[in-house]
């Protein structure tokens, strides 16, 4: 709880929150609450650091060597020969591999390197600059001196932004002016170029060139100004005409002075000028100080740059006079099957390649900034230090690992190679043995990524959820952990794609067990069988699949499992159930309606997640549970219903359902302790996604109309809101009406209790019985605001019916003695108990989840029926399994909703107190549109 929280609860909430106690090679391993050691296959290779594997023997033999032999680790301020021996090292390897000569400044870490890089290139470009401006000024000062002599000057040409127009006092002080204009050009902020995809860091410089959004935002008004380019990595011609327009789109200038001559006067043979003056003169230079790139983007998805492409990008940038930096943090020292992954792409050699990961052998925290020797700067080194690098343990590992991966003419590059078209050629046979499951498969040596087709729209809810916010890889990642013993991570800007970055040291035997899982996975996922992958991800360190024997229920093979075996071991050996669906029931691919409305709703308890996703009935109630508690604050807001919705008048409007992953009792538990940022935050993610959809309105179901005041504490320009409780109140009231007639009853016959009346709907509902009702008692919360709310009630009554009512406040044993009873609480558990009820009642639900008990709704002489339930008027099926709602009904505030939108009524309606004649104007709205009261019965699944 203590490092890095909010990282600990997602690693948790998708069952990766483990806790590795040792590393050998290929594997790691952690303990099960039972102390029992599991061995993992590890393919995340620590993002391309451990070629080795973990731990090799022979670097850690040589480390504890130097260790022992008292070496001097920091020394600063003197020649460290380590580093010495490194860089040399280095640019012989250069020299060899890029024909390039290079020196080489060292760190700790990638993103410390791609810092440095950044500094290292504005004082290249500071020395650039200074020398023309310092040719400019000389220049202009020679031509003044032999033209103007000491007198004024008056120049020519337009005017230059920045600088001050008219004529100077003296030659002195126009080139003073020029100065200054200069130097402010020379200090002034150039930009960076990147790649769209591209991943160089998280420190705030490096963070500038990263293009993942989810990074970026929070300090986007903070990073160093970069211009992202797309790129076409299937273009195998190159096109890199997005990087010349990207260089060419700004500039900057230096100033200088040059002679213009009156109309047929021309200099005289002692040289001087003999008439005429000066005008300003510009050198214009692109403000780009150079171009990041990746040979294969990482963490952008494993998209190998074409070479062509590299080479144009090269060719462009040196044109310009602008610097090429290749970002072989991952890709270099061996990991592509070369030294320098630019190698493969017959490009001219980069002005500075970046290493880092593997140059420390896959133990040391070492990186190198590698410069061209040509444009180098020497102060760099002088203004750029820190106290942990160069330190003799990081670079003779760097030696090591650069030894090692050249020795022998590059023996290990070559098995680099060869394991690499093992491993294309197994994954490859997998994407076509699964094309509707993997999308592609790109990489090489031993860097790949897996890229899953986009399943959202595949039928299941749960991957709906996870793929539109990139999650995906998070989850296939928790499954083959759990389930196979085999670790791999997704691509952190592309969440389609899994990563695999094995070492050198597995073999074909270990590449058949990896693609025996992956087969197995895809095919979960082809049969949409999402409970197996949800089971894994409840799981953490402090339980094993050994030790769930509750963990899946309702299983047609539960009694077959075998004696020691779990029901989740068991289950997750058996063969995929079938979940396959078709998804247009519940998105509708090709509206019809251009104008949309939105509503927001949730799950009523954890069951409802199976309903919502029927594979996962064959988890138990507690494991459901599990699942959403720990994931609810990491699954973002979702739309993954939409479907047109057709009046009796012939208007359409296009309805989006948004969908939380949270239940009603974790909200109330928010509201209860007053913790209302997590939840209002997530409610207001619901509504941006509604606006980004295109929707006008947007309607608040369940608890996220109560979390946010019937409305009133949310604004999301420029989306307009609705509790929905107008037509609420309107249709349960309707339906009252319609038991008691049913009956022969008369309301003012009636004794009539509101359990919640202290709420909007309660409260609303008791105010329209008062207009008719024999007798009213009002029932709260036991609390002091309850009680508030409740005297507010009975306040308004009395002043809106301007006479005498029987109004009494009341607790639930008064239910008893009641006629009717009308429940519209916020109570996740049933409130309304056998013993509340007398011998003949008919008790109104307008509570979801439902506050009655279900053995009190069966009761003999109880007639228990639901309220706020509306017939459509073409009965369009919404199949939002999520809701316990029929084939062509909806509850009244989603109906509200969807009448705002069919009359075109963008304006925020049923907010905060609701108004009785709202309540009746939307009840002429239904009936102009066609929408009924729907069925009435109550059952016990509400």
């Known amino acids: 709880m203590y490092a890095k929280p909010g990282l600990g609860r997602l690693l948790n909430a998708f069952g990766l929150g483990i806790t590795y106690e040792r590393a050998k090679g290929d594997y790691v391993w952690y303990r099960d609450a039972a102390g029992n050691e599991v061995k993992v296959l590890d393919l995340v290779g620590s993002f391309g650091a451990t070629l080795l594997g973990h731990n090799p023997p022979a670097l850690i033999d040589r480390l504890i060597e130097l260790m022992r032999g008292d070496s001097p680790q920091f020394v600063q301020g003197s020649i460290r020969a380590g580093a010495s021996d490194l860089a040399a090292r280095l640019a012989e390897a250069a020299r060899i591999k890029l024909a390039t000569e290079y020196q ?67 030659g002195h002080a126009l080139l003073e002016a020029i100065d200054s204009f200069n130097r402010r050009t020379i200090n002034g902020r150039f930009r960076l170029l990147a790649l769209d995809g591209g991943y160089h860091g998280q420190t705030l410089g490096a963070l500038g060139l990263t293009h993942n959004r989810h990074y970026r935002e929070p300090f986007i008004g903070h990073l160093l100004p970069v211009t992202f380019i797309p790129v076409d990595v299937s273009d195998e011609s190159g096109d890199a005409a997005g990087v010349k327009k990207a260089i060419d789109a700004g500039s900057t200038i230096l100033i200088g002075l040059e002679a213009t001559h009156k109309s047929g006067v021309g200099d005289d043979s002692s040289g001087q000028l003999a008439s005429g003056g000066v005008r300003l003169i510009t050198y214009r230079i692109t403000d780009v100080l150079g171009i990041f790139l990746e040979p294969v983007l990482g963490e952008g998805g494993v998209f190998p740059l074409p070479g062509k492409l590299i080479q144009k990008i090269v060719q462009v940038a040196r044109a310009a006079n602008v610097c090429v930096v290749a970002d072989e943090i991952q890709t270099g020292m061996g990991r592509t099957g070369t030294l320098f992954a630019w190698e493969q792409s017959g490009a001219p050699a980069p002005d500075m390649l970046l290493l880092s990961k593997f140059l420390g052998g896959g133990i040391m925290k070492i990186s190198a900034v590698m410069t061209r020797t040509k444009i180098a700067e020497d102060e760099f080194g002088l203004v750029h230090a820190s106290t942990f690098a160069e330190d003799e343990l990081g670079c003779r590992a760097g030696l090591f690992t650069l030894d090692l991966l050249l020795f022998r003419d590059g023996a290990l590059l070559k098995r680099v190679r060869e394991r690499g078209q093992l491993w294309k050629k197994a994954l490859e046979s997998i994407r076509v043995e699964f094309p509707d499951v993997i999308r592609d498969v790109r990489g090489g040596g031993l860097l790949w990524g897996i890229e899953f087709q986009d399943l959202r729209n595949s039928g299941s809810n749960l991957l709906r959820f996870i793929c539109t916010q990139g999650d995906l890889g998070y989850a296939l990642a928790s499954y083959l952990l759990h389930a196979e013993h085999i670790r791999v991570a997704p691509a952190l800007g592309f969440g389609l794609t899994v990563r695999v970055e094995p070492s050198v040291l597995l073999d074909e035997a270990g590449i058949i ?22 089971a894994c ?130 909200l109330l538990d928010h509201l209860r302790r007053r913790d209302l940022s997590p939840v209002r935050g997530l409610i207001r993610r619901a509504v941006e996604t509604a606006r980004d959809a295109g929707c006008k309105i947007v309607g608040f179901g369940q608890f996220t109309s109560i979390l946010t005041r019937n409305c009133l504490e949310i604004c999301v320009p420029p989306v307009r809101f609705t509790s929905g409780n107008s037509l609420t109140v309107g249709m ?40 008719k009702v024999g007798s009213l008692v009002l029932i709260g919360g036991t609390g002091r605001d309850s009680q508030s709310r409740l005297e507010k009630t009975a306040a308004t009554i009395r002043l809106e019916q301007g006479r005498e009512i029987s109004l009494t406040f009341g607790n639930m044993d008064d239910c008893r003695a009641c006629d009717v009873i009308v429940t519209a609480t916020n109570s996740t558990e049933p409130v309304v108990k056998t013993e509340h009820l007398g011998s003949d009642v008919v008790i109104f639900d307008v509570s979801v989840p439902s506050a009655v008990a279900p053995e009190a709704g069966r009761r003999a002489g109880v007639e228990w029926f639901k309220g706020g339930v509306v017939s459509l008027p073409e009965r369009d099926a919404l199949n939002i399994g999520a809701l316990p709602l029929e084939p062509g009904f909806v509850y009244a505030c989603m109906a509200e909703t969807m009448l705002l939108g069919l009359e075109r009524r963008w304006e925020d309606y049923s907010v905060g107190d609701i108004d009785k004649a709202r309540v009746l104007e939307m009840l002429s709205l239904a009936q102009k549109h066609g929408f009924t009261l729907g069925r009435l019965k109550g059952e016990s699944a509400f």
């Not at 470009?125 to 033209?147: G, H, P, T």
Request: net charge neutral.
């Open 104 to 170: 080489s400044t060292f760190f700790s870490t990638g993103a410390e390197a791609v810092e440095a890089s950044i500094k290292h290139l504005i004082l290249i470009r500071r020395k650039l600059l200074k020398r023309r401006s310092e040719e400019l000024l000389i220049s202009a000062s020679s031509l003044l001196r032999r033209n103007c002599g000491t007198g004024a000057v008056e120049i020519d040409g337009p005017a230059i932004e920045g600088f001050p127009e008219g004529s100077f006092a003296s």
């Open 513 to 534: 067990r990896v693609t025996s899982a992956l087969r197995r996975l895809c095919e979960l996922l082809r049969m949409r069988d999402t409970a197996k992958i949800v």
């Open 537 to 666: 991800m409840t799981l953490s360190t402090k339980e094993s699949i050994g030790e769930h024997h509750n963990g899946i229920s309702n299983s047609p093979e539960k009694e077959c499992c075998p004696a020691g075996e779990t029901a989740i071991e068991h289950e997750l050996r058996l063969p995929p159930l079938d979940f396959r669906y078709d998804s247009s029931k519940i998105y509708q691919p090709d509206p019809v309606a251009s104008d949309k409305v939105a509503f927001i709703g949730h799950f009523i308890d954890p069951t409802f997640l199976a309903k919502h996703e029927p594979s996962l009935a064959r988890l138990s109630t507690d494991r459901l549970r599990k699942f959403i508690e720990s994931s609810w604050e990491f699954i973002e807001p979702c739309l993954f219903a939409r479907r047109d919705i057709r009046s009796k008048t012939g208007a359409i409007v296009n309805f989006n359902f948004i969908g939380l992953s949270v239940t009603s009792e974790i």
């Open 732 to 771: 349960a009231h309707a339906a009252l009406l319609q038991v008691l007639e049913q009956r022969g009853r008369r309301l003012e016959d009636i004794r009539c209790a509101v359990l919640g009346a202290g709420g909007n709907i309660g409260s609303t509902f008791a105010r329209i019985l008062a207009d």
